[in-house]
């Protein structure tokens, strides 16, 4: 059964139940929807003696202010002493030897981690497919795709798994499945959010953040996990504010930006309507909704994917059998070692994106590829701030399309690529975005919205969230 963590931290202070029965449940249902390959691990005995001292705590009131949460995690985020695979071969035996700060803040907080959920192999892709271990099926329609590459992480929170989950987003991989399982997903501002414990795909795009049934759970894990942390480097000197103060406030006279750029012909006709819905909410209640430009959103694909492989092809350069990871049995010299290891340990997708990130990092082609991406997205984000003079934020879809069927689109890579046409801008701008449902389409599929804001707007990004979440009746 699907439940806010409201309703579950009521029930839990009036004494009608305990974490341990909620995580029982939890547990109960994971196994009744193991079909649906979300999990990787699950951590039955660990989470229920957890759950039992928090209720203790419970009882000599000193409980933390997520007690009582389950928390399911992406597994490419540390959790001490237990697998952290990535999704991939080269990865599947690996324990990771400390906890990342996001799992020790989940953990000072009282919250329950339930075990690993899966996920494209080094969050590489947009449907959940890519795993080594099994794709991720739809809750709905098991023969259609979850979104990506935090799949199993939305299919768990929108399946009553979990309460929320934490999920990672390099180029829309929080908000696009949360848009195609309907619940809600939260990308912060770069650097909002440590990243230390994060298995590193391209780490000026990648962020850490929630997924959960309403906008309120989404911040309440936000406000836990934000912060500075020394043990990194890019996240930033920025004080935390209390993201549940304003949330209920009044949005009437803000200014919301309707990027032309975002509803070409590509756009589901059924997405455009979704939207224009929204619209009408917001300027029913005194929100000033215009029209704006964002030109450059037109090179934001090739310049994210030229950028994001060149880094990942740095970044998994040290998965080379000889230190850690997956090893070759078939090696005869350091040379075949290498080759073997990776050849052999890494998915069809991740050999793609290292090779064409190798390509545009070599010799000859650095200036012409590389160096001119990093020079658009500073264009765009550029153009994000312009924007932002103008209006308070964006309202966008999250994706072209509701859900695909499996396989629909592992033959043509670009096409799957065009998936996250909506979503990549956010992150070559270092800017929060968010993804809530609203509504569906005529094949029950649902459909989310997504709103944008200025980095660190947070606060407003999930104030106009919920007012559109608590006025939606699609």
Same mark, same amino acid.
């Given at each position: 059964?699907?439940?806010?963590? !409201?309703?579950?931290?009521?029930?839990?202070?009036?004494?009608?139940?305990?974490?341990?029965?909620?995580?029982?449940?939890?547990?109960?249902?994971?196994?009744?929807?193991?079909?649906?390959?979300?999990?990787?691990?699950?951590?039955?005995?660990?989470?229920?003696?957890?759950?039992?001292?928090? !209720?203790?705590?419970?009882?000599?009131?000193?409980?933390?202010?997520?007690?009582?949460?389950?928390?399911?995690?992406?597994?490419?985020?540390?959790?001490?002493?237990?697998?952290?695979?990535?999704?991939?071969?080269?990865?599947?035996?690996?324990?990771?030897?400390?906890?990342?700060?996001?799992?020790?803040?989940?953990?000072?907080?009282?919250?329950?981690?339930?075990?690993?959920?899966?996920?494209?192999?080094?969050?590489?892709?947009?449907?959940?497919?890519?795993?080594?271990?099994?794709?991720?099926?739809?809750?709905?329609?098991?023969?259609?795709?979850?979104?990506?590459?935090?799949?199993?992480?939305?299919?768990?929170?929108?399946?009553?798994?979990?309460?929320?989950?934490?999920?990672?987003?390099?180029?829309?991989? =929080?908000?696009?499945?949360?848009?195609?399982?309907?619940?809600?997903?939260?990308?912060?501002?770069?650097?909002?959010?440590?990243?230390?414990?994060?298995?590193?795909?391209?780490?000026?795009?990648?962020?850490?953040?929630?997924?959960?049934?309403?906008?309120?759970?989404?911040?309440?894990?936000?406000?836990?996990?934000?912060?500075?942390?020394?043990?990194?480097?890019?996240?930033?000197?920025?004080?935390?504010?209390?993201?549940?103060?304003?949330?209920?406030?009044?949005?009437?006279?803000?200014?919301?930006?309707?990027?032309?750029?975002?509803?070409?012909?590509?756009?589901?006709?059924?997405?455009?309507?979704?939207?224009?819905?929204?619209?009408?909410?917001?300027?029913?209640?005194?929100?000033?909704?215009?029209?704006?430009?964002?030109?450059?959103?037109?090179?934001?694909?090739?310049?994210?994917?030229?950028?994001?492989?060149?880094?990942?092809?740095?970044?998994?350069?040290?998965?080379?059998?000889?230190?850690?990871?997956?090893?070759?049995?078939?090696?005869? !010299?350091?040379?075949?070692?290498?080759?073997?290891?990776?050849?052999?340990?890494?998915?069809?997708?991740?050999?793609?994106?290292?090779?064409?990130?190798?390509?545009?990092?070599?010799?000859?082609?650095?200036?012409?590829?590389?160096?001119?991406?990093?020079?658009?997205?500073?264009?765009?984000?550029?153009?994000?701030?312009?924007?932002?003079?103008?209006?308070?934020?964006?309202?966008?879809?999250?994706?072209?399309?509701?859900?695909?069927?499996?396989?629909?689109?592992?033959?043509?890579?670009?096409?799957?690529?065009?998936?996250? =046409?909506?979503?990549?801008?956010?992150?070559?701008?270092?800017?929060?975005?968010?993804?809530?449902?609203?509504?569906?389409?005529?094949?029950?599929?649902? =459909?989310?919205?997504?709103?944008?804001?200025?980095?660190?707007?947070?606060?407003?990004?999930?104030?106009?969230?919920?007012?559109?979440?608590?006025?939606?009746?699609?």
């Amino acid at each position: 059964m699907v439940q806010t963590y !409201d309703r579950l931290r009521t029930a839990l202070e009036q004494g009608t139940t305990t974490c341990e029965a909620i995580t029982q449940n939890y547990l109960s249902t994971i196994y009744e929807k193991q079909h649906l390959n979300a999990f990787l691990a699950v951590y039955e005995d660990y989470a229920l003696n957890t759950a039992r001292s928090i !209720d203790e705590k419970m009882k000599r009131g000193t409980a933390g202010p997520l007690a009582g949460m389950v928390v399911a995690v992406k597994d490419n985020i540390c959790i001490k002493d237990r697998t952290v695979t990535c999704g991939s071969r080269m990865l599947e035996h690996f324990v990771s030897l400390y906890d990342a700060t996001v799992i020790q803040k989940l953990k000072d907080a009282d919250a329950i981690i339930i075990g690993k959920t899966n996920l494209d192999e080094f969050a590489m892709g947009s449907s959940s497919e890519n795993s080594a271990f099994g794709r991720v099926k739809h809750p709905l329609k098991n023969e259609y795709v979850p979104g990506g590459s935090s799949g199993g992480s939305a299919v768990a929170v929108a399946t009553g798994m979990s309460t929320t989950a934490l999920g990672s987003d390099t180029g829309g991989s =929080i908000r696009q499945p949360a848009a195609f399982c309907g619940v809600v997903g939260l990308k912060p501002t770069y650097g909002r959010v440590s990243r230390f414990g994060l298995v590193a795909y391209a780490s000026s795009f990648d962020v850490i953040g929630p997924l959960g049934n309403c906008v309120i759970d989404v911040a309440r894990v936000l406000q836990v996990i934000a912060g500075h942390d020394e043990k990194d480097s890019t996240s930033a000197y920025v004080p935390v504010p209390e993201y549940l103060i304003d949330i209920h406030k009044d949005i009437t006279g803000l200014r919301v930006g309707l990027p032309k750029e975002y509803f070409d012909e590509s756009l589901n006709s059924e997405i455009r309507s979704a939207i224009e819905s929204a619209v009408n909410v917001l300027e029913r209640n005194g929100v000033i909704v215009q029209e704006v430009s964002l030109p450059h959103t037109k090179y934001a694909i090739a310049t994210y994917y030229i950028l994001v492989t060149a880094e990942a092809s740095s970044n998994l350069a040290r998965y080379d059998g000889a230190r850690y990871g997956y090893r070759s049995q078939n090696a005869t !010299d350091l040379y075949s070692l290498y080759v073997k290891s990776r050849s052999e340990g890494f998915g069809e997708e991740v050999k793609r994106r290292i090779m064409l990130g190798t390509y545009v990092l070599s010799a000859g082609y650095y200036d012409a590829y590389y160096r001119k991406g990093q020079k658009v997205r500073r264009l765009i984000r550029d153009e994000f701030q312009q924007v932002f003079q103008e209006i308070d934020c964006l309202l966008t879809p999250t994706s072209p399309t509701t859900a695909f069927k499996a396989g629909e689109k592992l033959k043509n890579p670009l096409e799957m690529y065009l998936s996250d =046409i909506y979503t990549t801008s956010a992150n070559l701008a270092g800017i929060p975005g968010i993804s809530i449902p609203w509504g569906v389409d005529t094949n029950g599929m649902p =459909i989310g919205v997504q709103l944008l804001a200025p980095q660190f707007g947070e606060p407003l990004l999930l104030r106009i969230a919920h007012f559109l979440e608590s006025h939606r009746t699609m």
